[in-house]
Nanobody
Framework: VQLQASGGGLVQAGGSLRLSCAAS????????VGWFRQAPGKEREFVAA????????YYADSVKGRFTTSRDNAKNTVYLRMNSLKYEDTAVYYC???????????????WGQGTLVTVSS
């Protein structure tokens, strides 16, 4: 199983980015995908998650209304659209997959490498 996160970069505060998580080696539509982030010196924290069907989504309070996660099962890809970015959104963002949707890192077995998002103030 491989998960490949991409789309990170440098953006000014107030700007937008779209992250992608491409999966292979698993029945993608059977797996929920979670997004997590880790800033320097901080623990990994939950950002958003989407169920295998795409019908259920969860968001952290800190990103609700600004971030949207969605998926295209035909492309084995999940997206995280990030709008109105803030300096405090700066972190390495990870995607993870497992059979059921959850809000903690322990809920996910498969992990991708991270992609760095840097928001300049």
């Amino acid at each position: 199983v491989q998960l490949q996160a991409s789309g990170g970069g440098l953006v000014q505060a107030g700007g937008s980015l779209r992250l992608s998580c491409a999966a292979s080696g698993l029945t993608f539509s059977w797996n929920a995908v979670g997004w997590f982030r880790q800033a320097p010196g901080k623990e990994r924290e939950f950002v958003a998650a989407v169920s295998g069907s795409g019908r259920t989504t969860y968001y952290a309070d800190s990103v609700k209304g600004r971030f949207t996660t969605s998926r295209d099962n035909a492309k084995n890809t999940v997206y995280l659209r990030m709008n109105s970015l803030k300096y405090e959104d700066t972190a390495v963002y990870y995607c993870a997959a497992d059979a059921t949707i959850g809000r903690t890192p322990h809920d996910y077995y498969y992990w991708g490498q991270g992609t760095l998002v840097t928001v300049s103030s």
